[in-house]
């Protein structure tokens, strides 16, 4: 049975002369034959005589006829269709959803990532005045820690318990304007962390409170990850340490440019990204 053994094939015939490789929208046999009936003739030296729908046209040409009509209006069809100027797909910038430009041409990312260039040299001149200048924070220092292990409900009955110890190391190079606020997203915000030693143990040093400037900015918020250590309450014998330029400029730029490859203008908002580069941004602040 002919339609058993092209069972795989019919799928693809053409409706007009039953042949493999073509619909009937491109049919070359369809399109002679109408060229000829429209003229008035019967188009008796077609090749589709020889097809094997052949016999059944040669034998009906009001079937033949009307088919090869159909056909016609299905190429022509398909031609006004492929002449409409189809609407190009417009680039659309990976980074801010803006059309007609990509993220390599983004001036929008362009200055986002001045702007958090800038937010991160002022943050990290900022976080140097308070934390070292100020505080007396830094390797070296003498601390005072209060190692009185209290619940949060209990707050109220609080007794301290100080010791002193010895600050061991800060994380200066993972600190950036991201550090500064407790709104950003765990994922982009490493926190200060402060070892000191203590009785001969190095511990972390827990920060429950925040440090801002006199007009109120915050530079820096409480831990707020869940490590154990003692908590600290203030430093009794600052040490210094000069602040280092390159660490005020250039710090972070590699991974602030790789956050902005990585992330787009909209993630860059849900996490409180956006809102620190606008805090921090302005070169007087
Ligand atoms: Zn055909
Ligand atoms: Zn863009």
Redesign the pocket.
């Known amino acids: 049975m002919e339609i058993y053994k092209n069972k795989g094939k019919s799928k693809n ?7 493999t490789g ?3 929208a ?5 399109e002679y034959d109408w060229h000829e009936w429209s003229m008035g003739r019967v188009p008796l030296d077609s090749k ?1 005589l020889q ?1 094997n729908v052949g016999w059944w046209y040669r034998e009906n040409y009001t079937h033949w006829y009307r088919n090869s009509r159909r ?1 016609f209006l299905k190429i022509e069809a398909a031609r006004n269709k492929s002449k409409q100027t189809q609407p190009r797909r417009k680039t659309k910038c990976g980074f801010c959803g803006q059309e007609g430009h990509t993220r390599r041409t983004c001036t929008v990312m362009a200055q986002v990532l001045k702007d958090a260039y800038q937010a991160n040299e002022n943050w990290r001149r900022a976080f140097y005045q308070r934390m070292v200048v100020e505080e007396g924070l830094s390797e070296g220092a003498a601390v005072r820690v209060d190692r009185a292990r209290h619940s949060y409900w209990s707050r109220n009955t609080h007794k301290p318990e100080y010791a002193m110890g010895l600050i061991s190391s800060v994380n200066w190079d993972d600190l950036s304007f991201l550090s500064s606020h407790g709104n950003i997203s765990p994922d982009y915000r490493t926190e200060l962390k402060v070892t000191a030693v203590v009785d001969g143990k190095t511990v972390d040093v827990i920060f429950k409170k925040w440090f801002e400037r006199p007009d109120g900015k915050v530079v820096c918020t409480e831990t707020k990850s869940w490590i154990y250590g003692p908590s600290y309450d203030s430093i009794v014998g600052k040490s210094e340490k000069p602040l280092s330029e390159e660490w005020a400029t250039e710090g972070m730029k590699d991974e602030i440019l790789f956050l902005l490859k990585k992330r787009n203008l909209e993630k860059l908002k849900e996490a409180g990204i956006m809102d620190a580069i606008d805090a921090w941004k302005d070169q007087s602040c």
């Open positions: 015939a053409c409706s007009y002369c039953r042949q073509h619909n009937v491109s049919c070359e046999l369809a589709t097809t056909a």
